[in-house]
């Protein structure tokens, strides 16, 4: 089975630009969730969506948006790139567990996508 | 908000030598939790994950223990190898399927 990819790897931009990034998950996942990485403040929740609905929300300004299309890919946005949001972006997916049912399951995560701004 | 902690922040170990690192956190109230390892540069692979009913899990060499009355988890890794050398991550899910990710372990096991 595939993992989760995520294009681009590498990204380079300039301040006010805007990028998107796109992740698509394991198949049969349909939960995926966005999470930036910097060396200052770590790993971070950005959101995350299930069934093309966003069910849950990081605390991220609103220049951070995504969605996901009804095969389970989703895309992240940021509009009006600042210098730092410079950082790894990962996606993760996974599968949710059945109605009733109290437990998790393991998130997969993608390789992730570098995004420098310059 | 659920506040994630590790300790030691950077540990460097001899190769064969049995190591335990730590993971704290604040709101006892959670789902699971997960321990990752991450390569520089790279993304999240996942190593145990512990249901909020369970004690421990283990995989080969590794063990991870659970006590959330007291907001804590270890995971033990017996007879290190330099291939171990990465950042290790603890994360907790309390609802939803958000993670709060800690602050992470480098860890380097020398030849």
């Known amino acids: 089975k595939a993992g989760v990819t995520q294009t681009p790897r590498y990204l380079i931009k300039t301040r006010g630009q805007q990028v998107t990034l796109s992740c698509s998950p394991i198949s049969g996942h349909r939960s995926v969730s966005w999470y930036q990485q910097t060396p200052g403040q770590g790993l971070q929740f950005l959101f995350e969506y299930f069934s093309e609905t966003q069910r849950n929300k990081g605390n991220f300004p609103g220049r951070f948006s995504g969605r996901q299309f009804s095969n389970s890919r989703s895309e992240m946005n940021v509009s009006t790139l600042e210098l730092g949001d410079s950082a790894l972006y990962l996606c993760?997916?996974?599968?949710?567990?059945?109605?009733?049912?109290?437990?998790?399951?393991?998130?997969?995560f993608g390789p992730g996508t570098r995004l420098l701004v310059l | 908000k659920q506040e994630v902690t590790q300790i030691p922040a950077a540990l460097s170990v001899p190769e064969g030598e049995n190591l335990v690192l730590n993971c704290s956190f604040t709101?006892?109230?959670?789902?699971?939790l997960q321990w990752f390892r991450q390569d520089p540069g790279k993304g999240l692979t996942s190593l145990l994950l512990i249901q909020s009913s369970q004690r421990e899990q283990t995989s080969g060499r590794l063990n991870a223990s659970l006590d959330k009355s007291s907001g804590r988890s270890t995971l033990y890794i017996a007879a290190s190898q330099p291939g171990d050398s990465a950042t290790y991550l603890c994360?907790?899910?309390?609802?939803?399927?958000?993670?709060?990710f800690g602050t992470g372990t480098s860890l380097t096991v020398i030849p």
């Open positions: 993760a997916s996974s599968l949710l567990p059945a109605p009733g049912t109290p437990y998790q399951e393991t998130q997969y």
């Open positions: 709101d006892s109230a959670i789902y699971n």
């Open positions: 994360a907790v899910t309390n609802t939803g399927n958000q993670f709060y």
